[in-house]
Structures are given as C-alpha cells and as structure tokens.
C-alpha cells in the first residue's frame, strides 16, 4: 500500500535535511558534509595511521580483538537462536526468500544476555568512542546467517542513506562493527566494500513506500545506487573484501558503499552487527515524511551509552 493522507511523504526535502534522497528524479552524486573521524588518536586505542586509514577507506579490520573463548560462546548462541523455532515467527526475524531459514535476527543485545555483553565490549566500544568522538549507543543489533548453498546476497548500498531518510539519522556520526564468529573467505559471501566510497553521497531515485522495511529486509530495491553510479565508485576506489577467520572484527564507516555476494559454497558465514551511533546524533523525524521505522531495526526510545564507563 502507498502512502496516504494518514502518512504523507514530502515532495521536497525539509530544510534541515543536508543529505536530501528519494526525491529527484536522477541519481545525484555529492561529498559528504561531516568528519570521518570524530575523536582523535589520544581518544582510544586507534593509531595516529589508524585513524588516517579509515579516514581515507573507510574501515578498519581487526584479526584478534575476540579471544576464542568469547568467539565460541557467542557462536553457541548463534547456534542456539538459529534452532529455535519460536524465534522464526517474531517481528525481529528476517526469514530467507522461498525457504524457513532464518536470515537475520534484530535487536539481539536485547534479547540475547550474550550479545548484550558483546554489545558492551569494551574493546568494541572503545574504538566506536574514538571513531564517533562521543560516548554511542546501539542503534541497531542484528544477526546475519549466510547459510551454505543458498545464502541470498544483500546488493550495494550506504546504510546512512536509509537512517537518514527512513530513521531520521542527521549526520554521518556513525560506525558499524561486523564480527565474525564462522570463517569469512572469498568465497562464501564475505562483505565487500568500495574503499573511498564514503566521500561522497549517493542520492537515490524513488519514493519510499510505506512500511517499506518489511520488503527491503528481504531484498533492498528503494535506496539503492544505480549502475552508473556504482561503475564510477567502482573506477575510482575499486572493492575490496576484508575476509578473515572466525573471531575478526571489521569496522566500516555509516556511509562506505558494501554489499555481499550469495553464498553457494558449503561454507556458511554467521556474523553479528552491531551499529554505534553518537549520543549527539540521535534520530529526528525521518527525512522521507513516513513514520518512522520499529526500534528494533532503529532504536528511538533508549540512548543509554553502552561499554564500561570512562574514569
């Protein structure tokens, strides 16, 4: 159903709305108006070259953060949340196009008591602060299993263009952490990112339709870059795949253009995401004019900053 006269969209962009998308009827390529990195090198445990490779790329890509013991007792809950039925039917669960996997699971630190001590690690949150120069929250928690032969792949796309204009996100203050808990190789759907992307914005065509995550959960078509827009980030960065073993942690920009292949090895490919958002960033009206999204896919209701408090 389209939006109606209970949920009109804007025809225009608001005037405080600085990274309009959705309302042209061409895909419109600018730079971004914010900072990439926020805090600085005497902030957290990030290098001075650190944070100067992720103001440049993007991201940030870590082998051993985790012990293996943190590794397993998150991928045993994976396990356990996967096998169980009931979680198949609640609204937090993406179930895979034409089958009953389950695809991705929300809002897991707060369902989970293991992810919400993940979602507090204090390494993670350590290098978020850095990033985003403020104490953060969670703004969103997902599970996302690739399973062996079938895992669907998710298409290009910047995750800051959909807070903006679906969540009402303001700005480009926020960093997401993908943690593998089963290898991540080549060939088995890894995340793939277009280092440099996150310079520019893309600006989308098409109207948000109304309740739209309930589609764009399973495949995203609304938000997404056009082909010559992704042939030109593509010449000029390149993509890169930062793969790795169970228990390695990458950190990418809100803004860096990703996606993912499907998965047809037998390999499957489990990771959890967690995104931190500044507490000086959190959400207005979304840009679109629709009400805004469940908070288990964008958090509106608890901004309480996670991780051990500073001394």
Known sequence: MGADARTPQLSRPRPDDRYPSRFGSEVLITRRLDPVVWGSASDGP????????????????????????????????????????????????????????????FAVHRSSAVLKRLANHPKLVAIARQLLGSEVYIHQSRINYKGGFRGKEFYWHSDFETWHVEDGIPAMRMVSCSIALTANTPYNGPLMIIPGSHQRYVSCVGATPENHYKASLKQQDIGVPDDVSLSQLVQDFGITAPTGLAGSVTFFECNVMHGSNSNITPLPRSNVFLVFNSVDNTPVAPFCGLPPRPPFIAEREDFTPVGPARA
């Open 46 to 105: 990030l290098s001075e070259m650190e944070l100067n490779f992720y103001t440049d790329n993007g991201y940030l890509h870590f082998d051993d953060l985790l012990t293996p013991e943190e590794v397993d007792t998150c991928l045993q809950e994976l396990q356990r949340l996967r096998t169980d039925e009931t979680i198949k039917h609640a609204e937090e669960a993406v179930i895979e196009p034409g089958s009953r996997e389950l695809r991705s699971l």
